[in-house]
């Protein structure tokens, strides 16, 4: 059974930083890429970033690119997102996804001001 | 950027009817068109994929048509797990984009 799940998500201030992980089991992980989607409160989806299956090729939102960084590690199952310079627009769940076919649950990340 | 305009954003129905959502792109997209199914608090859920490709385990009420720029999404004979919100995802290129969301609701 194909699962995404992740951490790392919590309350942080403006300005400040945060680590997402999602671990991944159930497929042959470096074989497909990987996306990470946003739902801020209330709102619609959005597309944040993706990487290839061998992480040589990375994409962002204009929204987010500069601050945020994608990366992967395929021994362990693993795909991160690296945000910084955090504002209340960033505010949002954050799904990990392979490719569009499988989401994990979601992990909430709160910018106060 | 490809824009994705989906209507209606609300539609009200009663179980057992048939409704239809649409999603047009701003460019073509040839058949690079996804539909989710959200419901409250839980991840996206694909239905339908390359358009009119219906993911393992959906139900075949479920449909998709359309190619190029206009899209759209069939439920026949709505259940009451149909419920839900449907947003529509164009993944032809980056940035991927998605439309604005239909809240399908019981009347």
């Known amino acids: 059974e194909v699962q995404l799940v992740e951490s790392g998500g919590g309350l942080v201030q403006s300005g400040g930083s945060l680590r997402l992980s999602c671990l991944a089991s159930?497929?042959?992980?470096?074989?497909?890429?990987l996306n990470w989607f946003r739902q801020a409160p209330g709102k619609g989806l959005e597309w944040v970033s993706s990487i290839s299956n061998t992480g040589t090729s990375t994409y962002y939102a204009d929204s987010v690119r500069g601050r945020f960084s994608i990366s992967r590690d395929n021994a362990k199952n693993s795909l991160y997102l690296e945000m910084s310079s955090l504002g209340v627009d960033d505010t949002a769940v954050y799904f990990c996804?392979?490719?569009?076919?499988?989401w994990g649950q979601g992990n909430l990340v709160a910018v106060s001001s | 950027d490809i824009q994705m305009t989906q209507s209606p954003s609300t539609l009200s129905a009663s179980v057992g009817d048939s409704v239809t959502i649409t999603c047009r792109a701003s460019?073509?997209?040839?058949?690079?068109l996804a539909w989710y199914q959200q419901r409250p608090g839980k991840a996206p859920k694909l239905l339908i994929y390359k358009a009119s490709v219906l993911e393992g385990g959906v139900p075949s009420r479920f449909s998709g048509s359309g190619s190029g720029t206009e899209f759209t999404l069939t439920i026949s004979s709505l259940q009451p797990d149909d419920f839900a919100t449907y947003y529509c995802?164009?993944?032809?290129?980056?940035?991927?984009?998605f439309g604005q969301g239909t809240k399908l609701e019981i009347k």
């Open positions: 995802q164009q993944y032809n290129g980056y940035p991927y984009t």
């Open positions: 159930g497929f042959p992980f470096s074989h497909y890429s």
């Open positions: 996804a392979r490719e569009i076919t499988y």
């Open positions: 460019q073509d997209i040839v058949t690079w």
